[in-house]
């Protein structure tokens, strides 16, 4: 059976910084591609960052630019992302997904398995 468990949300006021975990279990990690989704109240969720199997190739969207970071450690079946400099509009639940076959793309619909997701929430 499939998990993906997500972690490390809380409360932070806006500048502060947050270090989200996701650890898999009952998949081969290292050849999923993975992404960092979020969902905000009455949003469609949205990507926010991918990185492919060998974490030698990374991508994000726009408004998290020279702020959040993402990472993978094979070896110990999780992924990190690390957010720098929040701001209210980072407020949401986060979800990690895992993708077969390596890659990590922009739709959550090609994702093949999800986390139940961890709140940030980013006070002013």
């Known amino acids: 059976q499939v998990q993906l468990v997500e972690s490390g949300g809380g409360v932070v006021q806006a500048g502060g910084s947050l270090r989200l975990s996701c650890t898999a279990s009952?998949?081969?990690?290292?050849?999923?591609?993975m992404g960092w989704f979020r969902q905000a109240p009455g949003k469609e969720r949205e990507f926010v960052a991918g990185?492919?199997?060998?974490?030698?190739?990374?991508d994000y969207t726009d408004s998290v630019k020279g702020r959040f970071t993402i990472s993978r450690d094979n070896a110990k079946n999780t992924l990190y992302l690390q957010m720098n400099s929040l701001k209210p509009e980072d407020t949401a639940v986060y979800y990690c997904?895992?993708?077969?076959?390596?890659?990590?793309?922009?739709?959550?619909?090609?994702?093949?398995?999800w986390g139940q997701g961890t709140q940030v929430t980013v006070s002013s």
């Open positions: 009952g998949l081969t990690f290292s050849r999923y591609g």
């Open positions: 990185i492919n199997w060998t974490g030698g190739s990374t």
């Open positions: 997904g895992a993708k077969r076959f390596g890659i990590a793309p922009m739709s959550p619909g090609e994702y093949d398995y």
